[in-house]
């Protein structure tokens, strides 16, 4: 079941990823880790659908760990002097402006303050109940356009799906090109990053795993946890606006993910494809400071600044403690740990998935599946395998 290789001395985490299919629920995922700009682990298994193997080609729609990539091209975009983190979204999208938004900044997007969670009337364009409408990329950001904010004043809130569109229509109008032409031309082409896109191409559709969803049991059931959550999931609810659920109260990611339609358009915040082995990669380089192999592909300088803590409070999408980089979700609050690294920073994705570097041990990780786990806490599958890498060093 289990392919793959590890170095020697890195057995634990073999080990670790073997038991996440016994143990922990896993049909079909990869990880890989680099330590010192090296590969030390390389491992996949299960079906990436059912009665087909995963196998070294396989790749997977990882969700909200796209953000990560889309950090790194707006962090590219920032070191070679073509954005602005400090100046407003309006130097270059000058229709943005309106509703009291002229003073967003690149950076609010970045920290999850620019109080659009959600585009205001996203019903009539595309919602969680299905795939449809998903492949209106214009349209959802036209409706931001012209949204006023839904948030107060110096809110933070986690833009789930809008941190992309927005991102995205900053970088097309400042550069003339989309966030995954930048990503593909000027990150994933020199460092060899052959399985990783923001905008997946069709003829790579054979590759891509089959997502399925699994929703656990509440932790408790105290009538009033499960009332006050049951609304937070709801289309009037703040993790559901941001998700876009629909007035159905559908939750069809799995079925959104592996539809076709929705991967080969670019949603930079939910649906980079990429192998374990790519993202690993990314995050390796940014590890050692911007570059690996010979390849730099942003400074020690941007990596140390656009990795640092931003933001830090209750976030009024996921009503819970969370904190932010420019764009990098940091470890260190009770539904954020990326293994027991405290200086740590990266992505998870919807579901389980999972990429980080952390520069103090010199780790990239990265973690992908295909069977989605719904919960709000760290996930035991890559909970055990970064335990197990760090428990190596």
């Given at each position: 079941m289990i392919r793959g290789y590890v170095d020697p001395g890195f057995s634990a985490v073999e080990e670790a990823f073997s038991a996440n299919f016994t143990e922990r629920g896993d049909t079909g995922a990869a990880v890989t880790a680099y330590v010192d700009g090296r590969k030390v682990v390389d491992l996949w298994g299960g079906e990436r659908a059912p009665g087909a193997e995963w196998d070294e080609d396989t790749v997977v729609l990882v969700w909200s760990a796209t953000k990560g990539m889309t950090s790194l091209v707006i962090q590219r975009l920032v070191d070679t002097g073509r954005l602005d983190l400090h100046a407003p979204v309006t130097r270059w999208w000058p229709e943005f402006g309106t509703g009291g938004k002229e003073d967003v900044t690149v950076a609010d997007i970045l920290t999850h303050g620019a109080r659009l969670p959600y585009p205001p009337g996203y019903e009539a364009v595309a919602t969680a109940d299905g795939p449809a409408g998903w492949d209106r990329v214009g349209d959802l950001t036209a409706l931001l356009e012209r949204a006023e904010p839904v948030l107060p004043p110096g809110a933070h809130g986690y833009h789930a799906m809008t941190f992309g569109l927005l991102?995205?229509?900053v970088v097309r109008r400042a550069t003339g090109g989309t966030i995954g032409e930048i990503f593909a031309s000027e990150i994933a082409g020199p460092l060899g990053l052959d399985q990783a896109w923001i905008g997946q191409p069709p003829e790579v559709d054979p590759q891509v795993a089959e997502l399925h969803l699994t929703v656990?049991?509440?932790?408790?059931?105290?009538?009033?946890?499960?009332?006050?959550?049951?609304?937070?999931m709801s289309s009037e609810g703040p993790i559901g606006r941001a998700l876009m659920v629909g007035p159905s109260g559908a939750m069809n990611f799995a079925e959104t993910g592996n539809d076709p339609g929705f991967r080969h358009v670019e949603h930079p915040a939910a649906n980079g494809v990429v192998s374990a082995r790519s993202l690993a990669r990314m995050y390796a380089m940014l590890a050692a400071g911007g570059t690996l192999d010979g390849v730099s592909v942003v400074s020690a300088e941007s990596v140390e600044s656009h990795s640092a803590e931003q933001w830090r409070g209750e976030d009024a999408t996921f009503l819970a403690e969370k904190r932010y980089a420019f764009g990098y979700m940091l470890p260190g609050t009770p539904t954020e740990r990326f293994g027991p690294a405290e200086k740590a920073f990266g992505h998870p994705g919807m579901g389980g998935s999972l990429g980080f570097a952390d520069p103090e041990a010199n780790v990239g990780f990265a973690y992908v599946t295909r069977h989605m786990v719904f919960e709000v806490a760290v996930d035991p599958r890559v909970n055990a395998l970064a335990d197990a890498l760090y428990g190596c060093l």
């Open positions: 991102l995205n229509e656990p049991p509440p932790p408790t059931d105290d009538p009033d946890f499960l009332a006050a959550m049951a609304f937070a």
